[in-house]
């Protein structure tokens, strides 16, 4: 069974950085895409960025271009996302997902997703 954690969330100031992680276990995160969504409060969940089975590929929302880093660890069984220059408005909960039957990497048919870990961004 696939399972995944997320973890790294927590209060930070704006313009502040944090780390969040995603550790799976079950699988080989090796087999699989990762992607990272967001639900802010109110809102619906969106894709922030993903990453490719061996890491060779990347994306990310224009929302995050520039201040932001998706990375994983195959080895550790961990993916990260690594986020600057904090905004208010990346307040909201940040769920990992995975993704086995593609090449590439998305933001749909995920086949498992993690519970989420809450990011508030606040003075």
């Known amino acids: 069974q696939l399972h995944l954690v997320e973890s790294g969330g927590g209060l930070v100031q704006p313009g502040g950085s944090l780390r969040l992680s995603c550790e799976v276990s079950g699988f080989s995160l090796a087999d699989y895409s990762v992607s990272w969504f967001r639900q802010a409060p109110g809102k619906e969940r969106e894709g922030v960025s993903c990453i490719t089975k061996r890491g060779g590929s990347t994306h990310y929302a224009d929302f995050m271009k520039g201040r932001s880093t998706i990375s994983r660890h195959n080895a550790n069984n961990t993916a990260y996302l690594q986020i600057s220059s904090m905004k208010p408005e990346d307040t909201a909960v940040y769920f990992c997902?995975?993704?086995?039957?593609?090449?590439?990497?998305?933001?749909?048919?995920?086949?498992?997703w993690g519970k989420g870990t809450l990011v508030i961004v606040s003075p």
């Open positions: 997902a995975v993704r086995g039957d593609t090449h590439g990497c998305y933001y749909s048919n995920m086949d498992s």
